[in-house]
């Protein structure tokens, strides 16, 4: 009897948890089926398809898995998704490294030149990037840019380099502005992370005798486990959002040294080539990367909750 | 499970009911754009009984930089004519050649696409006319049109025909491409001696030992072969098809020819040539740029519109930015006598369903381009008239006291085919640029040409 | 104090060095935009790149002004008076911005609340697929969310770019992270003190969870300004261009007048950095405080 009566409880108890869920969830998934998830499945679905622009109807006839096996002997996708996965490879760890050691170099600094190295390494963020894009591109000119102007000036370099124009350079170029727009809120995060660590710990390892670096690893390094595991979330989904900087500088050229899955989808898309238009294939390739991206924020979950 | 699926559902009639809303109420801050109705495809489905034509009251104008037809204030005064004469109000976008193309497909595929677009074949006929987004503008030519278009150049029109008959575009204007010369460098290196100033042509041998002396003269770059994209590559296939005489398409318009052997040659001399540089971080216009700044001693990316007004800086007619002279040459080739790209740029109709508007579309075109506002509009491209008269206003001779233009004149005789319709265009330029960043980065020059050639066959093969 | 060894002095003087360096370095970009912006022609096609304007110029800007034009605002039909495109762009992009950051703060709240505290069915399912669809870039639902904004007739409108921006799930996993920690007994007290649900979501989880707000304010409010690929495929017409947009078109037709670029990208930049500097403190403070939960 008092069972059946506790069972009852939690289930209206239960009831009100859900209604109130939900009716808090609602705003948010209103936005979030609609313009996410409801578009994900409709790219899945087109996926299978050979629907292209030039049909009305939002899919074509049903073709099966054609495009994915299409993808797999497409040698541009292929080199688009190694181009993807250096560019996340690579400046997500140089992001974190990087603001690592300047917010270890100034946060100790007085105030106000604290402030001031945090402003300027923040700076390109609030820059906007398409405005980074635009004046990086003129520095980075072939004839008349200054980083060729400086390097050849001062004897470092013979003749300048293409730097946009020369597929060993370019993806390397597009990288480098992406990194300078992304340490900016790792070095705030961990500027403060560091002001936080318990001073008790560090004082009491300092008096057994630890050096510095066992001080750093030991036990900021351990205290500043979340702050780091944010970052590189975020640095994360910075890094797939560099469309812009391939859009702007190079269009995936030269000899797509710099074509990205996300910029080939674009293309694929809406360029004016043979196949633009082909949304069943470009969905596909959407799809693929989504698999990908699944699986590396699934990966970094399991880390973190491994921590 | 059950109370899952249902709040989900739920979830999902209120993003359609909030959406909606958020729509009509957004509606009327966004001028009729998105009140057309949605696009029809005229040959899949049976269209909707068209609205009756009670005449239009706004038409909408994409226009790619044309000469002066990117500018607004030179636009707007053509446009503010047209309204005063037929009540018809055009609301005119902009659209630049690096991402105007993507522009136009997206909004093909939302159904927002503009009632006219401003441009030549080569995306009107070639690309959206054949995949069925265009009206058919042959009823607006009548045999006197034809006789008056075809005075001028029989290709025109050609080139403005679909393969099924259909007229994709109303010629506006038309020029030949050609390329330009620093003559104050070219003098400066001993070069100009190559240069025949009265013809403008000059040999294939002319250009190579000029373009030794620049080097010898400056030891860096002088002239780029440019392919970060499309952007002026009429100016790429230009050099490479008339140093040695070799051709881009068949002369059916059936198939690309480009692996032949003499553009391969082409090739392989440009790229032994010290002083040009295969160069995939410009496209046309900043090469342009380039050659305007000084930095380039030659471009192959020029028309009369660029030597009235280079880089279209309004620094002055035939001059660089610090004041060098500018000549324009034809392109060099063995006997000096070559096969210029010709240009051809008019309006077409996107076919957005609604008879009204494509009336009033027509209406505009008809304005601009046969009736005495011809002239103005002819002027604001900086070209040639493709016809000889536009309802009895003499188009012959308004370029009449302009020097430059009378000058160029000399180069129009070396009008080449317009090839630029045959079928795979959009795959074939592509393959083009692709082909010549392989050959720059140093790829086999045969094997990237065959390849690209390939590609580009493979797409006219539909 | 302590006595620092010579060795970790040294280590100091270097990285202070390389620091000062790198600084530079992060600073030359947004010199070169603000002295580009006020060169004169002469100086912008210089062969050999000028460090400093010879003379500053404003003609630049003149060209950015009068090369196009738009209406200022239009609400409901209503069109302002026609002033530079350049203004109406940077109204447009600070109401997308607002827009979205208002929208985010307020949807993720109240999700964030409801995933970390709320027990309801299908809680875990919603979550995964949340932090699954994180990182997701937008070109993956590129082709139907363009579909369907032309089929909500949103299209070319700055809705179509602030809808989806409401709907990228991290605001919500941020707000869920910052949720966790209100402390289950005072949601219990004022349960039972018979507050509505409503009214404990206002007077106790908000306040609570303000800080994490103020950082999804400002990582949504810079993320909206930075955007550019949305609003590429989502805003055709001119006068619906957002700075970044009309920017990007810019260099399109021009890649040559850098000054007239280099003006454009000032435009841009200078009044976001101007706020960023003026609220540096609450930047960070912001930053930081949704992150120590992270």
């Given at each position: 009897m008092a069972k059946q009566t506790q069972s009852k409880m939690s289930r209206a108890l239960q009831r009100r948890e859900n209604i109130a869920g939900y009716v808090f969830m609602l705003p948010s998934l209103v936005f979030f089926l609609g313009f996410v998830i409801i578009p994900m499945f409709i790219c899945i679905i087109t996926s299978l398809t050979n629907t292209n622009m030039h049909d009305p109807g939002l899919f074509g006839g049903f073709i099966g898995l054609k495009n994915f096996a299409d993808l797999a002997n497409d040698k541009v996708f292929l080199k688009g998704l190694v181009n993807t996965f250096v560019i996340v490879l690579v400046s997500v760890p140089a992001v974190c490294a990087f603001s690592l050691w300047v917010s270890s170099a100034i946060y100790k600094l007085k105030g106000p030149i604290l402030s001031a190295f945090r402003c300027i390494f923040y700076l390109p963020v609030v820059t906007g990037s398409v405005a980074v894009t635009v004046v990086w591109k003129w520095m980075y000119d072939n004839y008349t840019g200054i980083l060729n102007s400086a390097l050849t000036s001062t004897g470092i370099l013979e003749k300048g380099i293409n730097w946009l124009g020369d597929p060993k350079t370019a993806l390397w170029c597009i990288i480098v502005i992406l990194f300078t727009t992304s340490v900016g809120q790792p070095i705030v995060l961990y500027v403060s992370a560091l002001g936080n660590v318990d001073q008790t710990l560090v004082e009491a390892a300092q008096v057994d005798g630890a050096t510095d670096l066992q001080v750093f690893w030991k036990i900021k390094w351990a205290q500043m486990m979340p702050t780091t595991l944010y970052i590189l979330v975020i640095t994360t989904i910075n890094s797939f959002q560099c469309f812009a900087l391939i859009q702007l500088l190079t269009q995936g050229g030269p000899n797509h040294a710099t074509d990205t899955v996300m910029y080939y989808i674009y293309y694929t898309a809406f360029k004016l080539t043979e196949q633009a238009g082909h949304f069943g294939y470009a969905n596909a390739m959407g799809v693929v990367l989504a698999i990908f991206i699944g699986a590396l924020s699934a990966l970094q979950f399991k880390l973190a909750k491994e921590k | 499970m059950k109370k899952k699926l249902l709040a989900l559902l739920l979830a999902m009639t209120m993003v359609m009911a909030l959406v909606a809303c958020g729509g009509n109420g957004n509606q009327k801050g966004n001028n009729n754009q998105n009140t057309e109705p949605p696009k029809q495809e005229d040959n899949t489905q049976t269209p909707e009984p068209a609205p009756a034509p009670t005449g239009a009251s706004e038409i909408t104008l994409w226009t790619y930089p044309i000469g002066k037809w990117g500018d607004e204030a030179t636009v707007k005064a053509l446009t503010d004519a047209f309204t005063a004469e037929t009540g018809i109000a055009v609301k005119v976008d902009y659209l630049a050649y690096a991402?105007?193309?993507?522009?136009?497909?997206?909004?093909?595929?939302?159904?927002?696409?503009?009632?006219?677009?401003?441009?030549?074949?080569?995306?009107?006929?070639?690309?959206?006319?054949?995949?069925?987004?265009?009206?058919?503008?042959?009823?607006?030519?009548?045999?006197?049109?034809?006789?008056?278009?075809?005075?001028?150049?029989?290709?025109?029109?050609?080139?403005?025909?679909?393969?099924?008959?259909?007229?994709?575009?109303?010629?506006?204007?038309?020029?030949?491409?050609?390329?330009?010369?620093?003559?104050?460098?070219?003098?400066?290196?001993?070069?100009?001696?190559?240069?025949?100033?009265?013809?403008?042509?000059?040999?294939?041998?002319?250009?190579?030992?000029?373009?030794?002396?620049?080097?010898?003269?400056?030891?860096?770059?002088?002239?780029?072969?440019?392919?970060?994209?499309?952007?002026?590559?009429?100016?790429?296939?230009?050099l490479v098809n008339n140093l040695y005489g070799g051709t881009f398409t068949n002369a059916e318009h059936t198939a690309y020819t480009w692996d032949d052997p003499l553009n391969v040659k082409a090739l392989e001399q440009l790229k032994a040539m010290d002083g040009i540089e295969f160069d995939a971080s410009l496209a046309g216009g900043d090469e342009i740029a380039k050659f305007y700044q000084g930095a380039l001693k030659m471009a192959f990316c020029w028309n009369i519109a660029q030597q009235m007004d280079p880089n279209g800086a309004g620094t002055g007619a035939e001059k660089t930015v610090t004041g060098d002279d500018i000549a324009f040459m034809s392109f060099p080739s063995e006997d000096g006598s070559s096969k210029l790209q010709g240009g051809t740029w008019g309006f077409g109709i996107f076919d957005n369903g609604d008879e009204a508007r494509i009336e009033a579309a027509k209406q505009f075109i008809k304005f601009m381009c046969d009736s005495e506002h011809t002239v103005d509009a002819v002027k604001a491209a900086s070209y040639f008239a493709v016809r000889t008269t536009a309802e009895g206003t003499d188009l012959s001779n308004i370029w009449a006291d302009e020097p430059i233009m009378a000058e160029y004149t000399k180069l129009m005789p070396y009008l080449g085919d317009y090839y630029q319709v045959t079928t795979g265009w959009a795959a074939a330029r592509t393959a083009w640029w692709n082909m010549l960043q392989a050959v720059g980065t140093g790829d086999d020059v045969a094997a990237a040409v065959a390849a690209g050639a390939a590609e580009a066959n493979a797409a006219a093969a539909g | 104090m302590k006595i620092e060894n010579p060795r970790s002095r040294a280590y100091k003087i270097v990285s202070m060095i390389i620091l000062v360096i790198l600084a530079i370095l992060f600073l030359f970009p947004l010199y070169w935009i603000i002295t580009g912006a006020f060169k004169p022609a002469?100086?912008?096609?210089?062969?050999?790149?000028?460090?400093?304007?010879?003379?500053?110029?404003?003609?630049?800007?003149?060209?950015?002004?009068?090369?196009?034009?738009?209406?200022?605002?239009?609400?409901?039909?209503?069109?302002?008076?026609?002033?530079?495109?350049?203004?109406?762009?940077?109204?447009?992009?600070?109401?997308?911005?607002?827009?979205?950051?208002?929208?985010?703060?307020?949807?993720?709240?109240?999700?964030?609340?409801?995933?970390?505290?709320?027990?309801?069915?299908?809680?875990?399912?919603?979550?995964?697929?949340?932090?699954?669809?994180?990182?997701?870039?937008?070109?993956?639902?590129?082709?139907?969310?363009?579909?369907?904004?032309?089929?909500?007739?949103?299209?070319?409108?700055?809705?179509?770019?602030?809808?989806?921006?409401?709907?990228?799930?991290?605001?919500?996993?941020?707000?869920?992270?910052?949720?966790?920690?209100i402390p289950g007994e005072i949601l219990e007290a004022t349960r039972i003190d018979g507050a509505s649900e409503a009214k404990t979501f206002v007077t106790v989880v908000l306040p609570m969870v303000k800080p994490g707000i103020g950082a999804l304010a400002i990582f949504t409010f810079i993320n909206c300004w930075n955007d550019y690929f949305m609003q590429l495929v989502m805003l055709p017409s001119g006068q619906n261009f957002t700075m970044p947009l009309g920017i990007a078109t810019l260099q399109a037709e021009t890649s040559v007048d850098m000054g007239l670029l280099m003006a454009g990208a000032a435009l841009a930049a200078l009044p976001i950095i101007a706020v960023f500097l003026l609220f540096q403190k609450y930047f960070t403070q912001g930053i930081t405080m949704g992150a120590v939960k992270g």
């Amino acid at each position: 009897m008092a069972k059946q009566t506790q069972s009852k409880m939690s289930r209206a108890l239960q009831r009100r948890e859900n209604i109130a869920g939900y009716v808090f969830m609602l705003p948010s998934l209103v936005f979030f089926l609609g313009f996410v998830i409801i578009p994900m499945f409709i790219c899945i679905i087109t996926s299978l398809t050979n629907t292209n622009m030039h049909d009305p109807g939002l899919f074509g006839g049903f073709i099966g898995l054609k495009n994915f096996a299409d993808l797999a002997n497409d040698k541009v996708f292929l080199k688009g998704l190694v181009n993807t996965f250096v560019i996340v490879l690579v400046s997500v760890p140089a992001v974190c490294a990087f603001s690592l050691w300047v917010s270890s170099a100034i946060y100790k600094l007085k105030g106000p030149i604290l402030s001031a190295f945090r402003c300027i390494f923040y700076l390109p963020v609030v820059t906007g990037s398409v405005a980074v894009t635009v004046v990086w591109k003129w520095m980075y000119d072939n004839y008349t840019g200054i980083l060729n102007s400086a390097l050849t000036s001062t004897g470092i370099l013979e003749k300048g380099i293409n730097w946009l124009g020369d597929p060993k350079t370019a993806l390397w170029c597009i990288i480098v502005i992406l990194f300078t727009t992304s340490v900016g809120q790792p070095i705030v995060l961990y500027v403060s992370a560091l002001g936080n660590v318990d001073q008790t710990l560090v004082e009491a390892a300092q008096v057994d005798g630890a050096t510095d670096l066992q001080v750093f690893w030991k036990i900021k390094w351990a205290q500043m486990m979340p702050t780091t595991l944010y970052i590189l979330v975020i640095t994360t989904i910075n890094s797939f959002q560099c469309f812009a900087l391939i859009q702007l500088l190079t269009q995936g050229g030269p000899n797509h040294a710099t074509d990205t899955v996300m910029y080939y989808i674009y293309y694929t898309a809406f360029k004016l080539t043979e196949q633009a238009g082909h949304f069943g294939y470009a969905n596909a390739m959407g799809v693929v990367l989504a698999i990908f991206i699944g699986a590396l924020s699934a990966l970094q979950f399991k880390l973190a909750k491994e921590k | 499970m059950k109370k899952k699926l249902l709040a989900l559902l739920l979830a999902m009639t209120m993003v359609m009911a909030l959406v909606a809303c958020g729509g009509n109420g957004n509606q009327k801050g966004n001028n009729n754009q998105n009140t057309e109705p949605p696009k029809q495809e005229d040959n899949t489905q049976t269209p909707e009984p068209a609205p009756a034509p009670t005449g239009a009251s706004e038409i909408t104008l994409w226009t790619y930089p044309i000469g002066k037809w990117g500018d607004e204030a030179t636009v707007k005064a053509l446009t503010d004519a047209f309204t005063a004469e037929t009540g018809i109000a055009v609301k005119v976008d902009y659209l630049a050649y690096a991402d105007g193309d993507d522009k136009v497909n997206t909004a093909l595929t939302a159904g927002g696409a503009p009632d006219l677009i401003m441009e030549g074949p080569e995306r009107l006929v070639a690309n959206w006319g054949a995949n069925g987004h265009m009206v058919d503008l042959s009823d607006m030519f009548d045999d006197t049109d034809m006789a008056e278009i075809n005075a001028v150049n029989e290709g025109v029109m050609k080139s403005c025909t679909h393969t099924n008959g259909a007229i994709y575009e109303y010629p506006l204007v038309m020029t030949a491409h050609c390329m330009a010369v620093n003559l104050n460098a070219f003098k400066e290196a001993g070069a100009d001696q190559y240069l025949d100033l009265d013809t403008h042509t000059w040999t294939t041998d002319d250009f190579i030992k000029a373009v030794e002396a620049l080097y010898a003269k400056y030891g860096q770059t002088v002239g780029a072969v440019f392919c970060a994209g499309q952007g002026g590559d009429q100016g790429t296939r230009a050099l490479v098809n008339n140093l040695y005489g070799g051709t881009f398409t068949n002369a059916e318009h059936t198939a690309y020819t480009w692996d032949d052997p003499l553009n391969v040659k082409a090739l392989e001399q440009l790229k032994a040539m010290d002083g040009i540089e295969f160069d995939a971080s410009l496209a046309g216009g900043d090469e342009i740029a380039k050659f305007y700044q000084g930095a380039l001693k030659m471009a192959f990316c020029w028309n009369i519109a660029q030597q009235m007004d280079p880089n279209g800086a309004g620094t002055g007619a035939e001059k660089t930015v610090t004041g060098d002279d500018i000549a324009f040459m034809s392109f060099p080739s063995e006997d000096g006598s070559s096969k210029l790209q010709g240009g051809t740029w008019g309006f077409g109709i996107f076919d957005n369903g609604d008879e009204a508007r494509i009336e009033a579309a027509k209406q505009f075109i008809k304005f601009m381009c046969d009736s005495e506002h011809t002239v103005d509009a002819v002027k604001a491209a900086s070209y040639f008239a493709v016809r000889t008269t536009a309802e009895g206003t003499d188009l012959s001779n308004i370029w009449a006291d302009e020097p430059i233009m009378a000058e160029y004149t000399k180069l129009m005789p070396y009008l080449g085919d317009y090839y630029q319709v045959t079928t795979g265009w959009a795959a074939a330029r592509t393959a083009w640029w692709n082909m010549l960043q392989a050959v720059g980065t140093g790829d086999d020059v045969a094997a990237a040409v065959a390849a690209g050639a390939a590609e580009a066959n493979a797409a006219a093969a539909g | 104090m302590k006595i620092e060894n010579p060795r970790s002095r040294a280590y100091k003087i270097v990285s202070m060095i390389i620091l000062v360096i790198l600084a530079i370095l992060f600073l030359f970009p947004l010199y070169w935009i603000i002295t580009g912006a006020f060169k004169p022609a002469a100086d912008i096609y210089a062969q050999e790149p000028v460090l400093w304007p010879t003379e500053w110029v404003s003609k630049n800007f003149e060209n950015l002004f009068n090369k196009r034009t738009a209406p200022l605002f239009s609400i409901f039909g209503i069109e302002g008076p026609t002033a530079p495109a350049a203004f109406r762009w940077l109204i447009n992009t600070v109401f997308m911005s607002v827009a979205s950051m208002l929208l985010t703060c307020l949807t993720a709240a109240m999700a964030g609340y409801a995933l970390a505290k709320k027990r309801f069915v299908g809680r875990a399912i919603l979550f995964s697929l949340i932090v699954c669809a994180m990182a997701l870039p937008k070109q993956v639902i590129l082709i139907p969310l363009l579909k369907e904004m032309a089929a909500l007739k949103l299209y070319d409108s700055l809705w179509a770019v602030i809808f989806p921006t409401v709907g990228w799930p991290f605001g919500v996993f941020l707000m869920k992270q910052f949720s966790e920690s209100i402390p289950g007994e005072i949601l219990e007290a004022t349960r039972i003190d018979g507050a509505s649900e409503a009214k404990t979501f206002v007077t106790v989880v908000l306040p609570m969870v303000k800080p994490g707000i103020g950082a999804l304010a400002i990582f949504t409010f810079i993320n909206c300004w930075n955007d550019y690929f949305m609003q590429l495929v989502m805003l055709p017409s001119g006068q619906n261009f957002t700075m970044p947009l009309g920017i990007a078109t810019l260099q399109a037709e021009t890649s040559v007048d850098m000054g007239l670029l280099m003006a454009g990208a000032a435009l841009a930049a200078l009044p976001i950095i101007a706020v960023f500097l003026l609220f540096q403190k609450y930047f960070t403070q912001g930053i930081t405080m949704g992150a120590v939960k992270g």
